[in-house]
């Protein structure tokens, strides 16, 4: 081992056992270009530091393995149990201390993974470092869009749910932590990246529940998506935009409500994405036919946005709005009559249809299977069960604790001294506004 290392190690060994975390993680930063160069020997850096005691200087050296493992062509599996060891073994402490660069490391651990065709075997890894970092369950931070792209891409969401399913009250950014920590944000990659990571969260967030099928709580994602305030338009938001269309339209059977204040959708979204416009038009139309052509035309663009899988639950959830239709109109109806009124291929397709709508709560109805006959009926449910009484004070409490939350967060911004001091200048500029004004010349003039 050179001895630039040896002084690293020295170094690392030193500051840490007299607790100087803090001066350890200014320093450390200077020494990862020293580290990247000498990539083949930092296995024997490792073999001298403990990850418990040593945490901060093991961190500086995953960082710079991860830096160089594209272009030093390392061993998968090698550089994954290593990551995993870490996050397993590490110092929460003294990792509070370089957040920045832990950020960092599992931006480059997430895309190495993916590089290799390892997803599976980073989501864990990922879990556990959001459980390590975040100081509340209901804080963001930009590991959340890595482990969802994991999750996408090994199509394994038993993980990522219920980091999904926890409403976000705080967010983390690098650029916090490094002003927090008084670094430079030139030295880290990701300074400048944090709305580019909060946008990924909500955009891969969406495709989850899509995938699982939960269209509320994907439309949800994909509206803080492309409601966020921006100047420009961002790939990430055009893209979030096109699935929030067709989500819409399978959830509410029309374009979902967007905030009138966002003015990046009618300035750059809508003339990008006029494919999808066309589809919801079409859709309004309640014609399956017409709709079914609408995607065949556009059939190119949908497989090259990846929609394609999305278009087609568009059709199916149009022929449900059609059949939920019939309800209103009829008592009873023949398949083959169901089949025609929504534009299905055969009663077989209809009886498939109306069957799953029943499994799932959708309709109410039932066959008669010897004459073909559909009896549609009214919701039995009378609202008078223990289930039903669980089911509406669970739903209260939620609500109760989701009004203290928004209290809470109220009197955190009304306490601001930012906030305050923005308030009272605008009372100070209201108040100059009411005295009139003098000129020395006629305006008009």
Request: aromatic share 10%; with cysteine.
């Given at each position: 081992?050179g001895?630039?290392l040896?002084?690293?190690?020295?170094?690392?060994?030193?500051?840490s056992a007299s607790?100087?975390?803090?001066?350890?993680?200014?320093?450390?930063?200077e020494?990862?270009?020293?580290?990247?160069r000498?990539w083949?020997?930092?296995?024997?850096v490792?073999e001298?530091?403990?990850?418990q005691?040593?945490?901060?200087g093991?961190?500086?050296?995953?960082?710079a393995?991860?830096?160089?493992?594209?272009?030093?062509n390392a061993?998968?599996?090698?550089?994954i149990?290593?990551?995993r060891?870490?996050?397993?073994?590490?110092?929460?402490?003294?990792?509070?201390?370089a957040?920045?660069?832990f950020?960092?490391?599992?931006?480059?651990?997430?895309?190495?993974?993916v590089?290799?065709?390892?997803?599976?075997?980073?989501?864990?890894?990922?879990?556990?470092a959001?459980?390590?970092?975040?100081?509340?369950?209901?804080?963001l931070?930009?590991?959340?869009?890595?482990?969802?792209l994991?999750?996408?891409?090994?199509?394994?969401?038993s993980?990522?749910?219920?980091?999904?399913?926890?409403?976000?009250?705080?967010?983390?950014?690098?650029?916090a932590?490094c002003k927090?920590?008084?670094?430079?944000?030139s030295?880290?990659?990701d300074?400048n990246?944090?709305?580019?990571?909060?946008l990924?969260y909500?955009y891969?967030?969406?495709?989850?529940?899509?995938?699982?099928?939960?269209?509320?709580?994907a439309?949800?994602?994909?509206?803080?998506?492309?409601?966020?305030?921006?100047?420009?338009?961002?790939?990430?938001?055009?893209?979030?935009y096109?699935k929030?269309?067709?989500v819409?339209?399978?959830?509410?059977?029309?374009i979902a409500?967007?905030p009138?204040?966002?003015q990046?959708i009618g300035?750059?979204?809508?003339?990008?994405?006029?494919h999808?416009h066309d589809?919801?038009?079409?859709?309004?139309?309640?014609s399956?036919?017409?709709l079914?052509?609408?995607?065949?035309k556009y059939?190119?663009?949908?497989?090259?946005?990846?929609?394609?899988?999305?278009?087609k639950?568009?059709?199916?959830s149009?022929?449900?709005?059609?059949i939920?239709?019939?309800?209103?109109?009829?008592?009873?109806?023949?398949l083959?009559d169901?089949?025609?009124?929504?534009?299905?291929?055969?009663?077989?397709e209809?009886e498939?249809?109306?069957?799953n709508?029943?499994?799932s709560g959708?309709?109410?109805?039932?066959?008669?299977?010897?004459?073909g006959m559909v009896?549609?009926?009214?919701?039995p449910?009378?609202?008078?069960s223990p289930?039903?009484?669980?089911?509406?004070q669970?739903?209260?409490?939620?609500?109760?604790?989701q009004v203290?939350?928004?209290?809470?967060m109220?009197?955190?911004i009304?306490l601001?001294?930012?906030?305050?001091?923005?308030?009272?200048?605008?009372?100070?500029?209201?108040?100059t506004?009411q005295?009139?004004k003098?000129?020395?010349?006629?305006p008009?003039?």
């Open positions: 081992m001895s630039a040896e002084n690293y190690v020295n170094q690392v060994r030193t500051l607790g100087s975390y803090r001066e350890l993680a200014e320093e450390l930063p020494s990862l270009s020293l580290l990247a000498n083949m020997i930092l296995d024997n490792l001298t530091l403990d990850m005691q040593h945490t901060l093991v961190l500086y050296v995953l960082l393995k991860l830096h160089s493992a594209t272009t030093a061993e998968p599996v090698q550089l149990q290593l990551m060891d870490f996050v397993q073994r590490n110092n929460a402490e003294q990792l509070r201390f957040v920045c660069a950020y960092e490391t599992c931006h480059l651990f997430s895309e190495f993974v590089q290799k065709n390892f997803s599976i075997l980073g989501i864990r890894i990922l879990s556990r959001i459980d390590q970092i975040r100081q509340l369950d209901t804080q931070t930009p590991i959340h869009a890595d482990l969802c994991l999750s996408l891409k090994a199509k394994n969401f993980v990522v749910l219920p980091y999904l399913d926890t409403d976000i009250t705080d967010i983390s950014t690098v650029a932590e927090t920590q008084q670094q430079q944000q030295q880290h990659a300074a990246n944090d709305a580019k990571y909060f990924l909500y891969y967030g969406g495709m989850i529940y899509t995938a699982v099928k939960n269209y509320e709580r439309l949800y994602f994909f509206e803080v998506c492309i409601t966020t305030p921006a100047m420009a338009m961002s790939h990430i938001m055009l893209e979030a096109k929030f269309l067709m819409s339209l399978i959830v509410e059977g029309k409500y967007i009138k204040n966002t990046v300035r750059f979204m809508k003339p990008m994405a006029n999808y589809l919801v038009n079409v859709y309004a139309n309640s399956s036919e017409e079914r052509i609408i995607i065949l059939s190119e663009a949908f497989t090259r946005d990846n929609n394609m899988g999305l278009a639950q568009v059709a199916t149009l022929y449900k709005r059609n939920q239709r019939l309800t209103k109109t009829f008592l009873t109806l023949s083959s169901v089949a025609s009124r929504v534009q299905l291929s055969s009663a077989v209809a498939r249809y109306i069957l709508m029943i499994k959708e309709i109410y109805a039932s066959i008669n299977q010897k004459d009896l549609f009926k009214d919701d449910e009378k609202y008078n289930d039903m009484f669980l089911n509406v669970t739903n209260i409490t939620h609500v109760l604790d203290r939350q928004i209290n809470k109220e009197e955190e009304i601001n001294p930012m906030y305050v001091k923005k308030a009272l200048g605008s009372q100070d500029d209201d108040l506004s005295h009139p003098t000129f020395s010349g006629d008009t003039d």
